[in-house]
């Protein structure tokens, strides 16, 4: 099975706003409302961002938010800080695999 | 505070078993309902699924790796391990445990993850 398709990277200035787009099929985000997304800083574990969509767990900033249109989920981080330079990763529930990844896209804060 | 572990050989050469266990800490691995994961990162690449073991003690496995894979639970040490036969090179990853805490791919918490090589 393929993995989800995201940019391989994007860029923003700090204050700007950016999207990752995180495209997959039928079989997955567009049938499931069961879509994560994660942020991992180089040598670090992956953090929970968003999840169900749209959701933030607690302790989140909330310039991080989530969409989902049809088979394509997004990702949009506003108000860019140095510190959100980092590589993200989405999920989605899979009929067939269960946790179907991106293959991630790393965010360079010019 | 929920924390996870990994810990195992960082070496493995090829043909041998892969295995690695998640200490956790901060909560009972029978708490429930989480299903706790097994995901890996390939050198500079995406992360990929391995397994979960609901728990309650039900497993299910990455299809492409389920010939493979073994998830357990040892509920005397909140342990909870992963086996993998038959390894080659492309089982070089970096290992991951992690809490996936509604059965929704929501994996909230993980461990630092640990390295392992296939190399003779």
């Known amino acids: 099975q393929s993995a989800l398709t995201q940019p391989a990277s994007v860029s923003g200035s700090p204050g700007q706003s950016i999207t990752i787009s995180c495209t997959g099929t039928s079989r997955d985000i567009g049938a499931y409302n069961f879509v994560s997304w994660y942020q991992q800083h180089p040598g670090k574990a992956p953090q929970l961002l968003i999840y169900e969509v749209s959701n933030r767990p607690s302790g989140v900033s909330n310039r991080f938010s989530g969409s989902k249109s049809g088979n394509t989920a997004s990702l949009t981080i506003s108000g860019l800080q140095a510190e959100d330079e980092a590589d993200y990763f989405c999920t989605s529930y899979s009929s067939t695999t269960y946790a179907l990844f991106g293959g991630g896209t790393k965010l360079t804060v010019l | 505070q929920v924390q996870l572990q990994e810990s195992g050989p960082g070496l493995v050469k090829p043909s041998q078993t892969l295995s690695l266990t998640c200490t956790v800490s901060?909560?009972?691995?029978?708490?429930?309902?989480?299903?706790w994961s097994w995901i890996r990162q390939h050198p500079g690449k995406g992360l990929e699924w391995i397994g979960y073991?609901?728990?309650?003690?039900?497993?299910y496995y990455n299809p492409s790796l389920r010939s493979r894979v073994t998830i357990s639970l040892d509920t005397s040490k909140n342990q909870f391990s992963l086996k993998v036969n038959s390894v080659t090179a492309a089982d070089t990853a970096v290992y991951y445990c992690a809490r996936d805490s509604a059965g929704s791919c929501q994996f909230d918490y993980w461990g630092q993850g640990t390295l392992v090589t296939v190399s003779s």
């Open positions: 073991m609901y728990y309650s003690g039900t497993t």
């Open positions: 901060g909560d009972s691995i029978t708490s429930g309902p989480f299903y």
